[in-house]
């Protein structure tokens, strides 16, 4: 009876258990296998994993024969074809001279037998430029133009699963056929490449899908999405979207949406409260998982991320991110590297994305086509507000190319929220045919402009002057250059940022700008040792170089476009340890920052030793919005010589460092050598002065020091000092372009020697017991020089001169010869040198410096160690001969050490040698485009009058 009992209740609780499984399963639908859309790749991802296949060139290098090539590659970097720059063949379809060789690949592959049944297609990521393609002998891409595009093929009719064998094979050519995809592509000012350049693979699908989606998640919350649907769907069918936030947790209830018979898209609609908005500097994401689901099956996922953001253009105003105008602080990038050309791994897309937020930039244009897709998901990832283009320099595709190569790049990329533009084109590469091609395919209706050009509501022209840019803001159009302060090798970017930067960002029209460019496009060519090459001028125009090495602009950018400004120049003697600061950010609280203050000690020839350090309560400052920082500085913080301040970021990124220094630039430094006797004597016409460890010679005919010599041996410093100035040699005599000069446009790069001759007048010395006194007076620019040399091993020479005039360069000099110094020492700021109108991006501190001679554009080594150098104190010189060393008293003089080397081409500037020099002007720096008069205020020549005073201090030896 009892086991009667139990049996009665065991199948009774199994009937329960029955019935809530049917009852789960109708709240649950089932999942039928392999729902999600499976991905072999047949190629590597990247450059870093690329994968063997077989490969014949038709022309070039390694031409004419089977051999083997990574996929994906650039053919040229792995030693096939020719190397061709775009620009000497610009605007010709068809000229003399292209290469057009083609490339044939091969490659066998298996795929599973459980992707049978299913949609199978093959994709490709990117390929120049003219694709065709057949699988197992069957046409599978008949012909595709265009190279930075993703596009597809549905093989599944022609396809072998389990352990069958697939052949690939694959014609790429150089070269189009179609003339506007070469005039568009191809004569172009960047470098023409040959190749599968980015991934290939295949794609399994179920046979009932979805295709594709396309979402709009606004800044309030509300969400919409099309959701595009393959054949087979019936009326049983419906899709839900689930959101899920960053940690996998469901955000909101899921939406739910029938398929109507027939239909091939469905429209997802919701609302979302307590979301988290996207920006650059709030670059939070979702995630949504899309189900195809039939009756109770699930038969497909997508999953997309995506981040909840509004985009306004507001007429005649501004650029509005989720109700807030922000202003553009961006920068032109290639895809590229100089080992493996277009192809880049995933690392090599998110350190592009890093280093240009190290730059404090909120925004790149890809220029000047599509990116890897990795590339804008570091932008999503980081934050970074991206223009995606439309490929089309100068020269533009025809309308049937065009639209497919457009709906290609848009359907790709437009769930990625740091995509804020598309642009058709560049400098006049527009085929207006296509502007209305984007909005159809994008629910968000992001601008679409035409860089170099007014249309979309954004004025974008190229390479304006300070004073035109001003023009272009009063009109009625929003001004936001793709393209200003042109980088070629040591200009722009960096000189004269900041006069730009405080005109646009005070004047109501300007969304900010794009600079040009990110890095050099230095080639490695494997046909000549591994030489990089940037194609002469053409290609070195970064803030970084082939290998990102920084350039000092890099640092200026930095500074200058940093978030958080401290508007304090200098510390007074009655400073209470507060400082005003400015948040420039557009939705970060500077209470998110951190801000720490450090005071050190500088020692002569000594690394900075800190004394104290603290962390200050970040204040409440809102962005846009100005308030105060409050240091808890010790009581006896002037027995320091320096105040830090570092600002770092929510994310725990260095913002910028700032320094202060309230000391005189003679206390930082000591020149007293051992104690003895001094002496002087006549010797013909010059005046020998010795000491226990020196033996200086003067010129009486000169006045100058000509002959040195430490504990017996040369040194060979001197001659000096000498007047030193220099103009530009377009100028009138009245600062003005001169224009009564035929030839004055070929002279703007050439820098004049203005020195002119100074003549003694007079020279005498006068001996005491502990010193020996030299003076001499000059009829001319330089007046008169006094040297001091002491018994204790002091030096010290006075100068005064007097110029009135226009220059753009102007100080007294020594000379030295460069080929015997081995590296210099010194206190001032650095590490890298500066420009009258670069003068931002440097930090005070005890810096050391090898010598180089780096050629712009050829070589790449950073810092230089030649140059102007700003706030400098004392400079220590390790020579073939030995060390010497010179101390300065006037905390508003620079520092030149010898003569900075432009160009080969000489494109920017050719100045006078100055040899080792201090000097009160130092020359602003142009660009590739405009002259230093029309990139404002601190670019000007200077016009000077009055007496010139200084000292300098001279210790030869340890």
Not at 204 to 226: E, H, M, V, W
Request: glycine content about 10%; aromatic content about 12%.
């Amino acid at each position: 009876m009892k086991q009667l009992k139990l049996k009665m209740g065991l199948l009774l609780v199994a009937a329960f258990v029955s019935v809530l499984s049917i009852q789960a399963q109708k709240k649950s639908p089932a999942v039928a296998a392999s729902t999600e859309t499976a991905i072999q790749y047949l190629s590597g991802h990247g450059s870093d994993d690329a994968v063997d296949w077989d490969f014949f060139c038709t022309d070039g290098r390694n031409s004419g024969k089977w051999s083997k090539i990574k996929v994906p590659s650039c053919w040229e970097l792995q030693g096939f074809g020719t190397y061709q720059y775009g620009m000497p063949f610009y605007g010709k379809a068809d000229p003399p001279g292209i290469a057009k060789e083609q490339g044939k690949y091969k490659y066998k592959f298996k795929l599973p037998k459980e992707w049978a049944g299913r949609e199978v297609r093959i994709v490709f990521d990117g390929v120049m430029t003219d694709c065709e393609a057949q699988i197992n002998g069957r046409k599978c891409v008949g012909l595709h133009q265009g190279s930075f595009y993703r596009f597809k093929a549905d093989v599944s009719d022609r396809i072998f699963f389990g352990d069958k064998e697939n052949l690939l094979e694959v014609t790429v050519s150089k070269e189009s056929s179609n003339p506007s995809v070469n005039l568009a592509e191809r004569r172009a000012d960047f470098w023409n490449f040959g190749g599968i350049i980015r991934p290939v693979f295949v794609e399994a699908l179920p046979a009932q899908n979805i295709d594709r989606t396309a979402i709009d998640a606004k800044a309030d919350g509300s969400f919409a999405a099309d959701v595009y649907l393959g054949s087979g769907q019936g009326s049983d069918f419906k899709v839900v979207a689930q959101l899920t936030d960053k940690e996998g947790k469901n955000v909101g209830k899921a939406i739910e949406v029938p398929v109507r018979g027939g239909s091939d898209r469905v429209k997802v609609e919701g609302a979302f409260s307590g979301i988290k908005t996207w920006s650059p500097e709030t670059p939070n994401l979702y995630n949504v998982t899309f189900s195809l689901i039939q009756g109770n099956i699930v038969r497909h996922t997508v999953k997309e991320r995506f981040g909840f953001r509004t985009i306004e253009v507001r007429p005649s105003d501004g650029l509005y991110i989720n109700g807030q105008k922000v202003l553009v602080k961006g920068v032109n990038r290639h895809s590229f590297r100089p080992e493996t050309g277009r192809t880049l791994s995933k690392k090599d897309n998110y350190d592009d994305v890093k280093l240009i937020k190290e730059m404090n930039m909120n925004a790149v244009r890809l220029s000047h086509y599509p990116s890897d897709p990795e590339f804008l998901d570091a932008c999503d990832e980081l934050g970074l507000y991206v223009m995606v283009e439309l490929l089309g320099w100068h020269g533009k595709y025809d309308t049937t190319v065009g639209k497919k190569l457009v709906n290609e790049m848009v359907t790709r990329d437009l769930n990625h929220p740091s995509v804020t533009w598309w642009s058709n084109g560049n400098e006049g590469g527009f085929n207006f045919d296509l502007d209305g091609e984007f909005a159809p395919l994008d629910p968000q209706k992001r601008p679409v402009l035409h860089p170099q050009a007014n249309f979309g509501g954004f004025e974008t022209m190229h390479y304006r002057s300070y004073g035109e840019s001003q023009e272009y803001m009063r009109k009625p159009e929003i001004f936001m250059p793709t393209e200003f302060l042109h980088g070629l090798y040591d200009g722009g970017h960096g000189a004269g940022l900041y006069d730009y930067w405080e005109m646009m960002r005070k004047h109501p029209r300007s969304a900010g700008g794009f600079l040009w460019s990110f890095a050099d496009e230095g080639v490695v060519r494997t046909d000549q040792n591994g030489k990089i090459d940037n194609a002469g001028s053409y290609a070195p125009d970064g803030i970084v170089g082939p290998h990102h090495e920084k350039e000092g602009s890099f640092f200026t950018v930095k500074q200058v476009w940093a978030p958080v400004q401290v508007n304090v120049a200098s510390l007074s003697e009655n400073f209470n340890g507060v400082l005003s600061v400015e948040n420039r950010y557009d939705f970060i609280n500077l209470k998110n920052c951190k801000f720490v203050w450090k005071l050190a000690k500088l020692p002569y020839l000594k690394e900075k030793q800190i004394v104290a350090s603290g962390e200050i309560g970040s204040p409440d400052v809102a962005a846009h919005a100005s308030g105060e920082l409050k240091l808890n500085l010790p009581s006896d913080w002037r027995k320091a010589d320096v105040l830090y301040l570092t600002a770092t970021d929510p994310f725990g990124k260095e913002i910028w460092t700032w320094d202060w220094t309230w000391k005189k630039p003679t206390d930082f430094f000591s020149f007293a050598g051992q104690k003895g006797s001094v002496s002087a004597r006549e010797e013909g016409d010059n005046l020998i002065v010795k000491t226990a460890s020196d033996e200086l010679t003067f010129s009486k005919k000169s006045g100058e020091l000509v002959n040195v010599l430490h504990d017996g041996k040369a040194v060979s410093f001197g001659k000096g000092p000498r007047f030193t100035a220099a103009r530009r040699g377009d100028r009138s005599m009245d600062v003005f372009y001169n224009h009564d000069d035929k030839d004055a446009k070929s002279k703007e790069r050439i820098y004049n020697d203005i020195s002119g001759n100074d003549r003694l007048t007079a020279f005498t010395f006068k001996t005491t017991a502990d010193s020996v006194t030299v003076d001499a007076t000059y009829f001319g620019n330089l007046q008169k020089t006094h040297w001091a040399i002491s018994a204790d091993g002091n030096i010290r020479v006075d100068y005064q001169y007097d110029y009135e005039g226009e220059v753009e360069l102007m100080g007294v000099k020594f000379d030295y010869p460069e080929d015997k110094v081995v590296s210099k020492q010194w206190l001032g700021n650095g590490p890298y040198r500066v420009w009258q109108n670069r003068l931002h991006g440097t930090l005070l501190d005890n810096w050391q410096r090898d010598y180089n001679d780096p050629i712009p554009g050829e070589s790449f080594e950073y810092p230089e160690f030649k140059g102007y150098f700003a706030n400098w104190k004392w400079v220590n010189f390790t020579t073939k001969e030995g060390n010497f060393a010179l101390g300065n008293d006037d905390p508003d003089s620079y520092l030149g050490v010898f003569t900075p080397r432009d160009g080969r081409d000489a494109q920017l500037f050719t100045l006078p040698q100055t040899g080792i020099s201090v000097l009160k002007v130092i020359p602003a720096m142009r660009n590739k485009v405009n002259s230093t008069d029309l990139i404002g205020p601190s670019s000007q020549a200077k016009w000077v009058s009055g007496v010139q005073k200084g000292s300098i201090y001279l210790k030869f030896g340890k």
